[in-house]
């Protein structure tokens, strides 16, 4: 379990009702990576979904936990509207302040994907999304499920 | 417990300071109050009585526990001309709900059918992403129609019948839903999971009537020892969570707009009477008719599934709705407020109504004993059925707990069971279960809850439910 947090870059919050990521890295693309990653990770086995099919998703907010927020709703979105899971994700930052986000995945297949727990909605619970010297990137999630 | 102060047995309050506009008020007994007093939630009873329009108290029943801004198990009445309505105060679940359905059956008849009648149940019912749902390609036309009629809606489609509309809160419509106030975002998420059961805590249960507190009262719900009965427990789905999360969005922009004071961000409010406020009542009103459409739904694939699988007629089995009540949900309704009766804007998270005899909103036949509070515990122990008492017109307007409260987290619980075998450990208790979600069983196993038998025993000391039945379950489906 260890080893799998580290490798992935975040950890599980123990929360008595819901389920909360500590998300840690060292440039904030790379937070939102990994923040994707784990939304996924939690929801189903990734390493049984195929990048088959690709989206992109472009912000223009300066405001790091909008987009924080934006991007993980967005792909939630996608997993509810299109029962889209993904598995690999990147995150660039263009023109200014300008990302554009790109996931890869396919459509959830009951009969290769568990399901395992069903994210509803990203909370406004403890969330912080913060940029601190030396510990670097840091985001604190709750889902509710 | 310095913080707290006894009233009575099952009564703590919560001390007025600062800016708190009215005190608090916990139900709780001495052994509930050793978990309750350590968690947050208390400070969350604090918070919510900061809110402008609140009356009385900021109220919480025994299976309090944290949720976001409002605790979940709280119920806040706020004064419908000067008080503000908060999608925090309903929670992401709108109108997630309960209905308990009585059948002709008995424990003898089931009994040795219980695997077959989940493998049905379990094949029939879909269960969220990866399913369809029971009503396939549903416009948004016609979803706009059904969440603006709530549960008619369904039954003019085909789904139960119109008797039991009647045994539903509110008739299954809450008045003023406004279609239009539901983003399209949400109504796109809506219209593929009517009839779904969703994952989490939420499930379908076969239980039998095991033991009868008030024969009386029991026999008027027409329950007797041994019966079989079905539970419900699901909401309104991806719709409701969405117009949860719009509305949080625009009732943050409404807190600054209007000059709102709050101690915490996810109390997020705005005025009943402003746009903002008027727009989420009408998109919050939607999703609780959702919800009662969702379980009416599933109410009639469960009566499919046990006469396919019984070889029986619908007058053999006569599955009947006892009651369907919310658990998440904010209405406008009269409450007796220092003599006077006047109209609150009562929020319910994870809290049930529980009104009491002779209330018009009652079905007649409900009139003289008062309101069904069916109480859920964990999927391996029991749940209660209660009857609302006028105690509770006078003390908690009209509310009582609605279940067993998690006390532990889903991470820790998972851990747990590892070392068990959660199925054979629920089947040793009598317990068939079926789960779709590979973690389900592991998060949801019995000891991750309160005894709801601690939950439902304060509010029947403290007179605001009574009980009237234990029910056991002995099959369950989850998502």
Known sequence: MVSRVSQKGYSLIDHTADIGIEVHADDFPTLLERAAGALFDIITDVSKVKAEDHIQITFSSEDREQIMRSWLEELLHRFYGEEMVFSRFRLELSDGDNLTGEAWGEVFDPDRHDLHTEIKGITYHQFEVSFHPGKKWYARIIFDV | ?479
């Not at chain 2, 719709?239 to 997020?268: F, I, M, S, W």
């Open chain 2, 1 to 479: 417990m310095g913080q707290l102060r006894q009233i009575n047995e099952h009564l703590w309050e919560v001390p007025k300071r600062g800016n708190m506009r009215v005190p608090g008020r916990i139900y709780a007994s001495k052994k509930l109050m050793r978990t309750i007093e350590n968690d947050p939630c208390v400070d969350q009873v604090r918070n919510v009585a900061h809110l402008p329009g609140i009356v009385k108290y900021s109220l919480a029943m025994p299976d309090i526990h944290w949720g976001y801004g409002f605790p979940i198990g709280g119920v806040a009445a706020m004064d419908s001309e000067d008080g503000v309505i908060s999608p925090g105060g309903v929670g992401y679940d709108i109108n997630c709900g309960v209905r308990l359905l009585s059948t002709n059956l008995m424990l003898e008849d089931v009994k040795d059918r219980i695997r077959p009648l989940l493998a049905q149940l379990f094949r029939d019912v879909p269960a969220g992403v990866g399913s369809h749902g029971a009503i396939p390609n549903l416009s948004h036309r016609e979803l706009d129609r059904l969440i603006a009629e709530g549960a008619s809606r369904v039954v003019q489609m085909g789904y139960g019948t119109r008797e039991d509309i009647d045994y539903i809160e509110e008739r299954g419509c809450l008045e003023g839903a406004d279609p239009s106030q539901v983003s399209d975002r949400a109504k796109q998420r809506g219209s593929k999971q009517i009839g779904t059961l969703g994952s989490g805590n939420h499930f379908l249960e076969i239980d039998h009537v095991e033991e009868i507190f008030n024969n009386d009262v029991a026999s008027v719900f027409g329950l007797e020892k041994n019966q079989i009965v079905t539970i419900i427990h699901t909401g309104s789905r991806g719709l409701g969570y969405q117009v949860c999360d719009d509305h949080l969005k625009t009732t943050q922009r409404a807190v600054e707009r209007y000059g709102v004071n709050l101690p915490d961000r996810q109390l997020a409010c705005a005025p009943i009477k402003s746009p903002e406020g008027r727009s989420y009542l009408g998109a919050m009103r939607a999703a609780a008719n959702f919800a009662f459409c969702n379980r009416q739904v599933i109410k009639h694939i469960a009566e499919q599934a046990f006469m396919k699988t019984l070889s029986i007629s619908p007058e053999e089995l006569r599955m009947r709705l006892i009651y369907d009540i919310c658990h998440n949900i904010a209405k406008f309704e009269k409450h007796k407020v220092d003599g006077d009766t006047v109209t609150v804007c009562v929020h319910r998270k994870g809290a049930t109504r529980s009104f009491g005899p002779n209330n018009p909103e009652l079905p007649e036949q409900y009139k003289p004993i008062g309101q069904p509070v069916l109480v859920p515990g964990d999927m391996g122990r029991y749940s209660y059925l209660c009857v609302g008492t006028d105690k509770a017109m006078t003390d908690t307007f009209g509310s009582s707990c609605h279940g067993a409260g998690r006390m532990m987290s889903r991470t820790k619980s998972s851990k747990i069971s590892r070392s068990m075998n959660m199925i054979e450990e629920l089947r040793s208790r009598g317990v068939e279960i079926m789960a779709r979600g590979k973690r389900t069983i592991a998060e949801e196993m019995p000891h991750a809850y309160k005894d709801v038998s601690d939950v439902v025993d304060v509010m029947d000391g403290a007179g605001i439910t009574l009980k009237v039945a234990r029910l056991k379950p002995i099959g369950v489906i989850k998502g």
